[in-house]
């Protein structure tokens, strides 16, 4: 009967996407439009797969800031962020919000891969095993950091353009590292090639988590 | 009902360097009912939530302590209720499903009955269905009640209990307000005189010396 | 909560210390030229200048070719994209960085490790960033 | 500081900044007042007396701003503060002065102004970093939140820091001293392959830029100590 309370804070977030649609819809209108600017400015030209190893994330990047970033504002918006800390404490809140976010941007960045290979053709990625192994630790991180991140900026005032500024220089090192692992799986790299890059993706996951746990509370309670 | 207290002491609260109230102490025990007046803009609604540890004050210290055990005031959800013109409902969510979410969030577990019964004291029964951005601001008020209420709190903390009430509103609010001092123990803010008559003893934050 | 945080310091602790063994093992993967040309992607391959084969730059093409060998003393043409890298000269090593293709290498890069005693610049970034 | 000390310092900083442009570099040095020509690079090696200790104060001047930051949110004094943004602000310069004294560097001994070597990437990092830093202040109006979310910001941004260190060298191998596959080592500063001279005065200059900046934080924090009981009295 009793589950763990950071499990319902999860539910809630999902059952209220389902309802109001606030990430969904931005998420998915930002997904394809980025995709068919990509498409366009590529044309027949033939494009190195490093490049488009990049601009695979830069896509991921800029529709997880624009679906992510309203984690917390929804809340603050319609105050029912009080009501929240009313009922749990900060960690579960924070726990709960952040698997909410790995969840939306897993499902995303998955979406926007199999859209990515299926829309350039020049895009051909050889060892499977490291893409999507990329894709899953890749997305964990970007939640994991922008979870904290959405935390600060829903009390700021200056909302929208703030989110991209601040989580870039903090993202750089986990995006820089997803696009070589990206470019080792269109290479065709053994898995253990890759295995240092994942090494690098799991270690600042863990610390990005860990560090959140511990600040969340100073920006949750007012 | 176990005996418990609320300590407060010397609590502080200040927005930049503009202070709003300072060394404000109380206790409040089993049985009690204690009310916070005072001008608007003196920090009764501020000093609620600081109470229910929804917001750090400057200085000074807010204990809980029930049946001599301290508990941290991070984990007090399961026994308080707040009802606050600051504390909002998940609009997007019928009034049955809030309060079911409600329960979750704060880990304790209710029954059906539970639910319908305090749907149905406050008259919004019929109205469980539909989502709470339907709501007139009178039901969200009473919405609010049985949410605060669900768990049978110890302590309740009621702030403008009577806000956007009709007259069969808040007779049933005096009648809670009642039944809560003498099960457990009220604190609640107000200026309407007549309210104050539920309060064993009462603070105002106006002619409180700040220094 | 000052359990916590001292889990929270640990956990970060350890996970930056697993991030960086991969750091402490050398990563810069360098090749030789024999095993350049089995493999079909971008590497780099240490070496040095052969000081005493003909060296050209083709202005028409903007390319520079020149001879190295790797350091198992096997000989190549490397054809970079480019100038003439700086302090070519007086490399005690020089580092290509490109794909083998038809019987030479096309570089797109090719770094030179001057004598670094005494050498100016520093990094005390490094050392704390 | 008392005056003495603070005469002393600025020359202590006069003499390092003649030195270090004025000290004549020959084939081979015959006293300590000559130093070593060094092949490839000439006089554009003065820079490291200048360039390095920027970059040293910048860096320093990030973790004391983190540092600050941690204890506001442990106080919630509004002072912890005042030393965060005070430090993070000269940190901003110092870390522009690396940038540009390193870029000028660049163009002369590798030809270009910037290309991205890993060291050029960590500290145009640095710099985005702070811009993001003071982008957040700019955009909280309360000062209580500001000082939180600014601390937690860098808090959050320190932690990501040593990742550069592992991730740069992997994406690129890079010419700056220091960098991996450097088989030389890890160049002048680290293994201090430098004349003993040359040793001398870079300390010197090392010290006395960290002084310098000290000097300047604690003039910021006493005059935003002022500004800040200007505006309460009005």
Same mark, same amino acid.
């Given at each position: 009967?009793?589950?763990?309370?950071?499990?319902?804070?999860?539910?809630?977030?999902?059952?209220?996407?389902?309802?109001?649609?606030?990430?969904?819809?931005?998420?998915?209108?930002?997904?394809?439009?980025?995709?068919?600017?990509?498409?366009?400015?590529?044309?027949?030209?033939?494009?190195?797969?490093?490049?488009?190893?990049?601009?695979?994330?830069?896509?991921?990047?800029?529709?997880?800031?624009?679906?992510?970033?309203?984690?917390?504002?929804?809340?603050?918006?319609?105050?029912?962020?009080?009501?929240?800390?009313?009922?749990?404490?900060?960690?579960?809140?924070?726990?709960?919000?952040?698997?909410?976010?790995?969840?939306?941007?897993?499902?995303?960045?998955?979406?926007?891969?199999?859209?990515?290979?299926?829309?350039?053709?020049?895009?051909?990625?050889?060892?499977?095993?490291?893409?999507?192994?990329?894709?899953?630790?890749?997305?964990?991180?970007?939640?994991?950091?922008?979870?904290?991140?959405?935390?600060?900026?829903?009390?700021?005032?200056?909302?929208?353009?703030?989110?991209?500024?601040?989580?870039?220089?903090?993202?750089?090192?986990?995006?820089?590292?997803?696009?070589?692992?990206?470019?080792?799986?269109?290479?065709?790299?053994?898995?253990?090639?890759?295995?240092?890059?994942?090494?690098?993706?799991?270690?600042?996951?863990?610390?990005?988590?860990?560090?959140?746990?511990?600040?969340?509370?100073?920006?949750?309670?007012? | 009902?176990?005996?418990?207290?609320?300590?407060?002491?010397?609590?502080?609260?200040?927005?930049?360097?503009?202070?709003?109230?300072?060394?404000?102490?109380?206790?409040?025990?089993?049985?009690?009912?204690?009310?916070?007046?005072?001008?608007?803009?003196?920090? /009764?609604?501020?000093?609620?939530?600081?109470?229910?540890?929804?917001?750090?004050?400057?200085?000074?210290?807010?204990?809980?302590?029930?049946?001599?055990?301290?508990?941290?005031?991070?984990?007090?959800?399961?026994?308080?209720?707040?009802?606050?013109?600051?504390?909002?409902?998940?609009?997007?969510?019928?009034?049955?499903?809030?309060?079911?979410?409600?329960?979750?969030?704060?880990?304790?577990?209710?029954?059906?009955?539970?639910?319908?019964?305090?749907?149905?004291?406050?008259?919004?029964?019929?109205?469980?269905?539909?989502?709470?951005?339907?709501?007139?601001?009178?039901? /969200?008020?009473?919405? /609010?009640?049985?949410?605060?209420?669900?768990?049978?709190?110890?302590?309740?903390?009621?702030?403008?209990?009577?806000?956007?009430?009709?007259?069969?509103?808040?007779?049933?609010?005096?009648?809670?307000?009642?039944?809560?001092?003498?099960?457990?123990?009220?604190?609640?803010?107000?200026?309407?005189?007549?309210?104050?008559?539920?309060?064993?003893?009462?603070?105002?934050?106006?002619?409180?010396?700040?220094? | 909560?000052?359990?916590?945080?001292?889990?929270?310091?640990?956990?970060?602790?350890?996970?930056?210390?697993?991030?960086?063994?991969?750091?402490?093992?050398?990563?810069?993967?360098?090749?030789?030229?024999?095993?350049?040309?089995?493999?079909?992607?971008?590497?780099?391959?240490?070496?040095?200048?052969?000081?005493?084969?003909?060296?050209?730059?083709?202005?028409?093409?903007?390319?520079?070719?020149?001879?190295?060998?790797?350091?198992?003393? +096997?000989?190549?043409?490397?054809?970079?994209?480019?100038? +003439?890298?700086?302090?070519?000269?007086?490399?005690?090593?020089?580092?290509?960085?490109?794909?083998?293709?038809?019987?030479?290498?096309?570089?797109?890069?090719?770094?030179?490790?001057?004598?670094? +005693?005494?050498?100016?610049?520093?990094?005390?970034?490094? +050392?704390?960033? | 500081?008392?005056?003495?000390?603070?005469?002393?310092?600025?020359?202590?900083?006069?003499?390092?900044?003649?030195?270090? !442009?004025?000290?004549?570099?020959?084939?081979?040095?015959?006293?300590?007042?000559?130093?070593? #020509? !060094?092949?490839?690079?000439?006089?554009?090696?003065?820079?490291?007396?200048?360039?390095?200790?920027?970059?040293? *104060?910048?860096?320093?001047?990030?973790?004391?701003?983190?540092?600050?930051?941690?204890?506001?949110?442990?106080?919630?004094?509004?002072?912890?503060?005042?030393?965060?943004?005070?430090?993070?602000?000269?940190?901003?310069?110092?870390? !522009?002065?690396?940038?540009? *004294?390193?870029?000028?560097?660049?163009?002369?001994?590798?030809?270009?102004?910037?290309?991205?070597?890993?060291?050029?990437?960590?500290?145009? !990092?640095?710099?985005?970093?702070?811009?993001?830093?003071?982008?957040?202040?700019?955009?909280?109006?309360?000062?209580?939140?500001?000082?939180?979310?600014?601390?937690?910001?860098?808090?959050?941004?320190?932690?990501?820091?040593?990742?550069?260190?592992?991730?740069?060298?992997?994406?690129?191998?890079?010419?700056?001293?220091?960098?991996?596959?450097?088989?030389?080592?890890?160049?002048?500063?680290?293994?201090?392959?430098?004349?003993?001279?040359?040793?001398?005065?870079?300390?010197?200059?090392?010290?006395?830029?960290?002084?310098?900046?000290?000097?300047?934080?604690?003039?910021? #924090?006493?005059?935003?100590?002022?500004?800040?009981?200007?505006?309460?009295?009005?």
């Amino acid at each position: 009967m009793v589950t763990p309370i950071p499990y319902q804070v999860f539910v809630k977030e999902v059952a209220s996407e389902f309802r109001t649609r606030y990430a969904l819809n931005a998420l998915l209108m930002f997904v394809v439009t980025t995709l068919t600017m990509v498409v366009f400015s590529l044309g027949d030209n033939t494009v190195p797969y490093e490049i488009l190893s990049g601009m695979l994330w830069i896509v991921i990047f800029f529709s997880a800031m624009s679906g992510l970033s309203r984690t917390f504002v929804t809340e603050e918006e319609r105050g029912t962020s009080l009501t929240l800390r009313l009922l749990t404490s900060a960690t579960n809140v924070y726990i709960g919000k952040f698997l909410y976010n790995v969840v939306l941007i897993l499902a995303m960045s998955v979406f926007i891969a199999f859209a990515y290979r299926l829309i350039i053709d020049d895009f051909v990625v050889r060892s499977s095993s490291i893409f999507w192994t990329t894709i899953v630790l890749g997305g964990i991180g970007l939640a994991a950091a922008s979870t904290i991140l959405a935390a600060i900026i829903a009390k700021a005032n200056t909302k929208g353009t703030l989110f991209p500024v601040l989580a870039f220089p903090v993202l750089l090192p986990l995006l820089l590292t997803c696009i070589r692992a990206t470019v080792l799986s269109v290479e065709g790299a053994f898995f253990s090639e890759a295995f240092k890059d994942f090494q690098i993706l799991v270690s600042f996951s863990v610390v990005m988590i860990a560090a959140s746990v511990i600040v969340f509370e100073y920006v949750w309670n007012d | 009902m176990t005996p418990f207290h609320l300590e407060v002491r010397n609590v502080r609260k200040s927005f930049g360097r503009k202070v709003l109230f300072d060394a404000v102490s109380f206790d409040v025990r089993l049985g009690e009912s204690f009310a916070v007046t005072g001008k608007n803009g003196s920090g /009764k609604s501020t000093l609620m939530k600081i109470i229910c540890g929804v917001l750090t004050p400057n200085g000074g210290s807010v204990r809980y302590v029930v049946n001599d055990k301290e508990i941290p005031l991070s984990h007090v959800a399961p026994h308080i209720g707040l009802v606050s013109p600051y504390l909002n409902m998940y609009e997007e969510f019928t009034g049955e499903e809030n309060l079911r979410l409600f329960a979750k969030i704060r880990g304790i577990g209710v029954r059906q009955d539970d639910i319908h019964g305090l749907l149905q004291r406050f008259g919004i029964f019929e109205h469980r269905n539909k989502e709470a951005r339907f709501y007139s601001s009178g039901m /969200k008020q009473r919405l /609010k009640y049985c949410a605060a209420l669900l768990h049978r709190p110890a302590l309740l903390f009621l702030d403008e209990p009577t806000a956007n009430l009709d007259d069969i509103g808040i007779a049933v609010v005096r009648e809670v307000m009642r039944e809560q001092r003498q099960r457990a123990a009220l604190v609640f803010a107000t200026n309407e005189s007549e309210d104050l008559s539920f309060a064993d003893r009462v603070l105002d934050l106006s002619r409180l010396k700040i220094g | 909560m000052n359990g916590k945080m001292i889990a929270g310091i640990v956990i970060i602790l350890a996970a930056l210390v697993f991030g960086a063994m991969t750091f402490i093992e050398s990563n810069v993967e360098y090749m030789d030229f024999a095993k350049a040309e089995r493999v079909n992607k971008k590497v780099q391959v240490k070496g040095r200048w052969v000081s005493d084969r003909e060296t050209q730059f083709n202005a028409t093409t903007s390319q520079f070719v020149f001879y190295m060998v790797d350091d198992n003393d +096997k000989e190549m043409r490397v054809v970079l994209d480019g100038g +003439k890298p700086n302090n070519f000269e007086i490399a005690t090593e020089i580092v290509a960085k490109g794909r083998f293709k038809d019987g030479y290498f096309h570089a797109n890069e090719v770094l030179t490790k001057c004598p670094s +005693k005494y050498e100016g610049d520093g990094s005390a970034v490094q +050392k704390s960033l | 500081m008392k005056t003495a000390l603070k005469s002393l310092l600025v020359l202590w900083l006069t003499a390092v900044i003649i030195a270090g !442009i004025a000290v004549p570099m020959v084939k081979s040095p015959s006293g300590p007042l000559e130093f070593p #020509v !060094i092949p490839g690079l000439e006089e554009k090696a003065r820079n490291i007396f200048f360039h390095v200790p920027m970059a040293w *104060t910048s860096v320093l001047a990030f973790f004391m701003a983190l540092y600050s930051g941690v204890r506001y949110l442990r106080s919630k004094d509004q002072d912890h503060d005042l030393r965060s943004v005070s430090a993070a602000g000269l940190g901003m310069m110092f870390c !522009i002065l690396a940038t540009v *004294t390193g870029s000028v560097w660049a163009k002369f001994n590798w030809g270009s102004f910037w290309n991205w070597d890993p060291r050029e990437t960590s500290i145009f !990092i640095l710099l985005l970093i702070y811009g993001a830093y003071f982008v957040l202040r700019s955009a909280v109006e309360d000062e209580e939140k500001r000082a939180t979310l600014s601390a937690v910001y860098s808090i959050i941004a320190g932690v990501t820091v040593p990742f550069f260190v592992f991730v740069m060298p992997r994406i690129m191998s890079g010419l700056h001293p220091g960098s991996l596959g450097d088989e030389q080592g890890s160049g002048p500063v680290v293994q201090m392959n430098m004349a003993p001279n040359m040793l001398v005065l870079f300390f010197a200059s090392l010290a006395g830029f960290t002084l310098l900046y000290l000097w300047m934080l604690s003039l910021r #924090v006493r005059t935003a100590r002022l500004e800040a009981v200007t505006n309460t009295i009005e």
